[in-house]
């Protein structure tokens, strides 16, 4: 798929979830705030560019839905007349029993041809291929079928698509943090990288982040069984008592980033 080139990408509005928020992905300018790969991205911008000032806002918050993110985020964003918007989210919704990935993808297609309208380059990002995650690998079927139809919108709009599902690097549990949902510091370093590329953003990485990590030591059965007792105790009954109140993760927060600024 050939990758559009805006004629400068001077302002870039990220737009999602917890994802794109940054989460595990401590700042270290931000005590208690995250990075993540759009503000790493943001960065490779800026320095492909640096005969301009990039301009970055991120709106995206913890615990969206897509129906959120569209109609929160995507009127804020089309009102800064961003040059490239990076509109990831979905994953929320299809996690709940019941979601419909046609649904999905039919909404978010309303928004990627209202950003192309504009003039603002799109990058889209389908999720990881969740097969060897316990309980989650339920969500494998309809995650694949939203996947899909990624594909085709960015076929019919001239949007650019991150494959996070054939990334079979990010397998690689060392680099998911502890929820198992979200990355690590090392796996937003990467995606960054990735969706650089994807975009034709040119960085002198040594094309690193597709290589995968050194094979890691093989488990003692009691502590693979102690990881997942304790991943079900801090991860997955809180996320239900979440549901069963009617409660996010993200209520009441703001976004990081809700201006477009220079990248610090």
């Known amino acids: 798929m050939p990758v559009p080139s805006h004629r400068s990408r001077r302002r870039y509005v990220a737009l999602g979830d917890s994802f794109t928020e940054g989460l595990a992905d401590p700042d270290p300018e931000r005590p208690g705030g995250y990075r993540g ?3 790493r991205l943001a960065g ?4 492909a560019r640096p005969d301009v000032d990039v301009e970055y806002a991120n709106l995206a918050i913890r615990g969206r839905l897509l ?9 804020v964003a089309r009102a800064a007349r961003p040059d490239l918007v990076s509109l990831v989210a979905g994953g929320n919704d299809l996690l709940r029993p019941g979601a419909d990935p046609d649904r999905l993808a039919a909404a978010l297609e309303e928004a990627v041809a209202g950003f192309r309208s504009d003039g603002a380059d799109v990058l889209l990002a389908t999720g990881v291929d969740p097969r060897l995650t316990p309980i989650i690998r339920r969500t494998r079927g309809r995650v694949a ?5 990624l594909w085709s919108i960015a076929a019919r709009h001239g949007a650019v698509v991150l ?3 054939g990334a079979d690097w990010l ?13 690590t510091a090392e796996g937003h370093r990467r995606i960054a990288l990735a969706a650089a590329a994807a975009l034709g953003v040119p960085v002198d990485d040594g094309g690193d982040w597709r290589t995968p990590l050194p094979p890691a030591p093989p488990r003692a059965l ?8 304790a991943w079900l105790r801090g991860f997955v ?13 993200g209520d009441g927060r703001e976004p990081k980033r809700p201006v477009p600024l220079t990248p610090a």
């Not at 490779?44 to 320095?47: E, F, I, S």
């Not at 959120?68 to 009127?75: G, H, I, K, R």
């Not at 079928?145 to 139809?149: C, E, G, I, L």
């Not at 009954?237 to 993760?249: K, Q, V, Y």
């Open 37 to 39: 790969w759009a503000d």
């Open 44 to 47: 490779h911008l800026a320095a």
């Open 67 to 75: 129906p959120q993110v569209l109609a929160e985020q995507v009127p």
């Open 145 to 149: 079928v939203f996947n899909a139809s």
């Open 163 to 165: 494959d996070q599902w």
């Open 171 to 183: 397998q690689d549990w060392r680099l998911w943090d502890g929820d198992r949902i979200h990355l």
């Open 222 to 229: 009691r502590v693979a069984l102690a990881e997942e007792a």
């Open 237 to 249: 009954a809180p996320w239900i008592a979440r549901r069963l109140r009617g409660r996010s993760s």
